[in-house]
C-alpha cells in the first residue's frame, strides 16, 4: 500500500528551476498543463520573473499549453496572467486533483492522457493529479517562498516524502 502511494506521489522528472528542465520531454506531447502559483508567477500574484516570460512564451509558441490553478483568488487574477503570458487559465469548478477537472479538460482539448504532461512545484496537488489521471509529471522548485505557513508545512510533508522515496530507492527514473 506504500509502495502504491509513493507512485501516485513521485514525479516523473524532477528539475530544479523551471527554466532550466529538459523541454525534450515535451516532444510528442499534445497539451502542457503548467500550475500557476510559484511555478509560474509569484504566489497569489499576477508578476514574475522576466526569465519565466522569456522561456514561458518559446514553449507557448512551440506547444499548446494551459495554465491551471487550485487558488481561491484565481478569477480575480486570470485576465493579468493570462495576458502576461500570453496563455489561457483553464476555469473549473474542481480542483486539482479532482478526476473530474482532469476529464473536462482531456475532454475539452480532445487528448489522451498519456499525452498530457503536467508541471508544478507540489506534489500535492500536482503531481498527484497527474500521477492518478495517468498524464507524465515534472516537479520543479518553486519560484520563491514566500508563503503562507500551512502551504510552508505541507512542503514539508512533501520534501519528506521525496526523502523517502530517495531513500528506498523507489524511482521510476
Ligand atoms: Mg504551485
Excluded: H
Amino acid at each position: 500500500m506504500i509502495l502504491n502511494l509513493f507512485s501516485k506521489i513521485m514525479p516523473s522528472y524532477r528539475f530544479g528551476k523551471l527554466i532550466n528542465m529538459d523541454i525534450n520531454i515535451f516532444l510528442n506531447k499534445s497539451l502542457i498543463i503548467f500550475d500557476v502559483d510559484n511555478t509560474l508567477v509569484f504566489s497569489e500574484g499576477t508578476e514574475t520573473k522576466k526569465e519565466i516570460i522569456d522561456w514561458f512564451k518559446k514553449i507557448n509558441e512551440n506547444y499548446k499549453c494551459i495554465c491551471l490553478s487550485n487558488s481561491r483568488t484565481i478569477k480575480k487574477r486570470k485576465d493579468k496572467i493570462s495576458k502576461l503570458l500570453g496563455c489561457q487559465i483553464f476555469l473549473s469548478i474542481f480542483k486539482k486533483p479532482s478526476k473530474k477537472l482532469f476529464k473536462s479538460i482531456k475532454d475539452t482539448y480532445n487528448v489522451e492522457a498519456s499525452k498530457v504532461i503536467i508541471v508544478g512545484d507540489r506534489i500535492f496537488p500536482d503531481i498527484l493529479f497527474g500521477n492518478l489521471n495517468g498524464a507524465v509529471t515534472v516537479l520543479v522548485e518553486p519560484i520563491n517562498n514566500k508563503e503562507n505557513i500551512l502551504i510552508r508545512i505541507i512542503r514539508k510533508i512533501e520534501r519528506f516524502s521525496l526523502f523517502l522515496i530517495d531513500s528506498f530507492g523507489y524511482n521510476k527514473k
